[in-house]
């Protein structure tokens, strides 16, 4: 999106019947939902793997659960408190770790905005009458 072009601008030429021929083809709703869906099975991964760490990191009572050493909670309320540049760069590449799980669909959003773009000239270049 060009700067300085604001939300309702863009929605508008988006909703141009000139582009919508160009957009209509791309599938751009079952793409949103294969996105939502897509993120749904990351976030559930992304859970999956901090349970399974937890887990490893406690000691089953029962029937009560897990009990966790004050090592570990100790450590995970500091990292609670630290913001992200504060954070070692041992605990920001775990972070990272996390952002990779997303980063490839996000490129190819990215990749689609540069689309955007080019419908968003077209548009531009046929209210010129060029």
Do not use: C
């Amino acid at each position: 999106m060009k700067q300085g072009t604001s939300l309702q601008d863009m929605i508008w030429y988006l909703s141009h019947p000139t582009l919508q021929k160009e957009i209509e083809p791309m599938g751009w709703k079952e793409k949103k939902k294969e996105l939502y869906e897509k993120l749904a099975a990351i976030e559930h991964e992304r859970w999956a793997h901090w349970q399974k760490y937890m887990h490893s990191k406690g000691v089953k009572t029962m029937p009560d659960g897990l009990f966790f050493s004050n090592e570990y909670i100790e450590h995970w309320e500091r990292q609670i408190k630290t913001s992200y540049a504060q954070l070692s760069e041992k605990e920001k590449d775990s972070d990272r770790e996390q952002v990779d799980r997303y980063w490839p669909l996000i490129e190819d959003i990215l990749e689609a905005w540069e689309t955007v773009d080019g419908l968003y000239e077209k548009l531009a270049a046929i209210q010129k009458g060029d």
